[in-house]
């Protein structure tokens, strides 16, 4: 269970890194992405289109820009994160409880 939980969240910190290489080297192709972030050109693919059916940027014919959805995702970024955090740090057991066995 927790297993596909972090792995999730490290496909969220990719999609997080992409769109802000997007936003910060825009208009921005695939194969540029990749070598920027040195990352597979098939991950960049596949975190361009969930962002794009998100809203999150657009295609171009010069490659990837940034929608104005953008800035509100990441301006909120940090306070959403930090409610994660939150819901987490909640799961934990507290020093002396233990679980009943």
Known sequence: MLKK???E???LSRHVIVIRA?????PIGIMKLSELLDLPF?????SLRVLE????IRATPTGAMAT???EDLLCHLDDNLDDLI???ESMKL???KHMNK
Do not use: A, C, F, S
């Open 5 to 7: 939980m972090k792995d």
């Open 9 to 11: 969240i490290e496909l």
């Open 22 to 26: 997007v936003l910060e080297h825009q």
């Open 42 to 46: 098939h991950r960049i693919r596949y």
């Open 53 to 56: 059916q998100l809203g999150y």
């Open 68 to 70: 104005p959805q953008t």
């Open 86 to 88: 939150g819901l987490l």
């Open 94 to 96: 507290k020093p002396g």
